[in-house]
Each structure stands twice: as structure tokens, then as C-alpha cells.
């Protein structure tokens, strides 16, 4: 039984590129810094997914948040994707995948892959660009998990949230705005 017995020492996921080390400097940030530049590069790893779905044609049939609040009510919407996603996906996507994995012998950056892939396709309802676009998104939430894991579990699964949260703010916010902007029209 490995249980009390202390984690080995986190593996490298991207050890021999920039963005390699980039990811091995964020393992010593606090936990503020850590949330805000994960997120950050979450938005920036998006950029090359949407130029790829814009090339395959597929970027048109995306669900947009937009579309969301035809769905739900601001407050639904609000809840669901600032309360609800964050938590449940992160226990569903990050953590159970991850540590499956990794019980079975998976490398940390196929651990990492899985999580990042079903996290991508639980939004295939919202069409294939947002597949496209959540697999980048995926790999830096499973970064979160993976190196707060190592300090500790409610500190992974916090930090983590806290990353996919702020994502969903953001995205929140925009048709908000959109809907504020669209009524003063």
C-alpha cells in the first residue's frame, strides 16, 4: 500500500522546449501567480486551435456563450459555468484521469494527454472547434493538477479550478457584454 508514503518527485512534461521551461519555472510560483499566467496561457495556446478550426471551416458552427444564454438564464449560465464546470470538471477531467493513469503506470505527459482529450471531448456538443480549442486548454488545466498535486491534493484540485474558472469569467463576461451591448442597440 503507498498510502502516507510521500510522491515522487513531479515528472517533466515538455522538458527540451521554451515552453518546457517555461512550465518547470511555474512549479515554484505562488499560488496567485501560478493561477493567473496558467490562465493566461491557457488564452494563448487557444489562438493557434481557433486559427485551425477557422482553417477547417468548423469555426462557424461553435456554440459561443452567446448562444448559451439562449439556452439559460444569465444566472444559470452564470452558475453553471463559474460554479458547477470548474468543480465537477476537475474532479472528472483532471483528477480521476490523472490519477488512473498515473496508477497504471502512465508517463505524467499521457496522463496529462488523457485528461487534456476527454476534457476536449465533453465539449464536442459545442462542435468540433471547441474540441479543437479545449485540447490546449486541457493540457494547462492538467498542468495545474499535476504540479499542485504534488504539494497536495485540495491544492491541485483548487488551483486548478481557480485556472478554469477564470477562463469561464472571461468568457461569462463577454456575452454579458454582449447581451448589455445588444439591448442598447
Known sequence: MTEGLP??????????????RYL???RGYGYARF??????????????????????GIADDAT??????????????????????????????QWFPIAV?????????????????LFALLHFQSGWAAVIVHVPTGLVLAWSYLVWRHRTLGGALLATAAVHFLLNLLGVAAALASLVDAGAA
Open 64 to 93: 459561443t456563450a452567446l448562444d448559451l444564454l439562449e439556452l439559460y438564464s444569465p444566472a444559470a449560465l452564470i452558475a453553471l459555468a463559474l460554479i458547477g464546470a470548474p468543480i465537477i470538471e476537475t474532479v472528472l477531467f
Open 7 to 20: 510522491l515522487p518527485p513531479p515528472a517533466r512534461i515538455a522538458p527540451d522546449t521554451a515552453l518546457g
Open 24 to 26: 518547470e519555472r511555474t
Open 101 to 117: 493513469a498515473r496508477r497504471i503506470g502512465a508517463s505524467a505527459a499521457v496522463a496529462a494527454l488523457a485528461s487534456a482529450v
Open 35 to 56: 493561477v493567473l499566467e496558467m490562465s493566461g496561457l491557457a488564452l494563448l495556446l487557444r489562438l493557434p486551435a481557433v486559427a485551425v478550426s477557422v482553417r477547417l
